[in-house]
C-alpha cells in the first residue's frame, strides 16, 4: 500500500505582474523525505518553496497537507499552521537580533502557550543539540554565520515540526561550515521523523536529500 504525501501541490500557479512564478506545478513530498528543490536564479525555486509553506498565496491549483487544503486559509489558520507543524531555516537565519540566542529559539513555543518554565527548557536542550551549550545568552551579533544558523535550526526544530522549509540554508557559509550544518540539519530531521524540503542551487547540497526536483521557468523540469 503506497504511502500518502504529507504535502501535495496539485498544478499551482503563481504570477508577479506579467511574470509568471509558477505555471501549472505538481509535487508529492512523503513523510520523512528530504526533497531538494534546484534551478536557476528567477526560476520559481523560492516561490514554490513558500508557497508549499503558507508563506504566499498561490493564483491558482491547491496545496494539501496532511489531507487537508492549505491554500484557502485565511491569515490567522496560515500563522497558526506555521507555528505549530512548520519550521523554518533561512539563508541569513533570521533571528531577532535583540533576543539572545535562546530566547530566539523560545520565542515559538511561547507564541504557542507553552508554559515559561517547560519552553526555557525544551530551547536549552535544543541548543545543546545544535551545540551551542554555553552560547544560550548571546546575541545574533555575537555569534559566527554557523553559529546563528544552528540556532535557526533550533528554532526551527523545537516545536517538532512535521516539514523543515530551508531557503538556501547555507548559502551564506564557507564550504566546512555548509558541511558541519547540512549534516547536522539533515540528522536531525532523519532522527525526528521530519519531512525537510529546502531551495539550494548547490549541488553538494542537494546531494544530502533523497530526490531533488528541478525548476525551470516555473515547471518542473526534471527529477533525480
Do not use: C
Not at 528543490?37 to 497537507?65: Q, R, V
Not at 507555528?83 to 523560545?106: C, K, Y
Not at 511561547?110 to 519552553?119: I, P
Request: proline share 4%.
Amino acid at each position: 500500500m503506497s504511502i500518502a504525501p504529507v504535502i501535495s501541490a496539485h498544478n499551482i500557479t503563481k504570477s508577479y505582474g506579467r511574470t509568471h512564478a509558477l505555471n501549472g506545478v505538481s509535487l508529492d513530498v512523503a513523510p520523512g523525505e528530504v526533497l531538494a528543490i534546484m534551478g536557476p536564479s528567477g526560476s520559481g525555486k523560492s516561490t514554490l518553496l513558500h508557497s508549499l509553506a503558507a508563506i504566499s498565496n498561490i493564483d491558482n491549483g491547491e496545496i494539501i497537507f496532511n489531507g487537508n487544503r492549505i491554500d484557502k486559509l485565511n491569515d490567522n489558520q496560515r500563522s497558526i499552521l506555521r507555528r505549530t507543524s512548520f519550521g523554518f531555516v533561512f539563508q541569513f537565519g533570521q533571528l531577532v537580533p535583540e533576543l539572545t540566542a535562546i530566547d530566539n529559539v523560545v520565542l515559538p513555543l511561547l507564541l504557542n502557550g507553552t508554559k515559561r518554565v517547560q519552553a526555557y527548557e525544551s530551547a536549552n536542550t535544543w541548543l545543546d543539540k545544535v551545540g551551542l551549550n554555553g552560547k544560550e545568552n548571546s546575541l545574533p551579533g555575537e555569534l559566527s554565520g554557523g553559529q546563528a544558523q544552528r540556532v535557526a535550526i533550533a528554532r526551527a526544530m523545537v516545536i517538532k515540526p512535521k516539514i523543515l522549509f530551508a531557503d538556501e540554508p547555507t548559502g551564506s557559509l564557507d564550504s566546512l561550515n555548509s558541511e558541519r550544518i547540512m549534516e547536522l540539519f539533515i540528522g536531525t530531521a532523519k532522527k525526528y521523523g521530519t519531512t525537510v524540503i529546502m531551495v539550494t542551487h548547490e549541488p553538494s547540497i542537494a546531494a544530502y536529500a533523497d530526490r531533488e526536483v528541478v525548476v525551470r521557468d516555473g515547471k518542473i523540469s526534471g527529477v533525480k
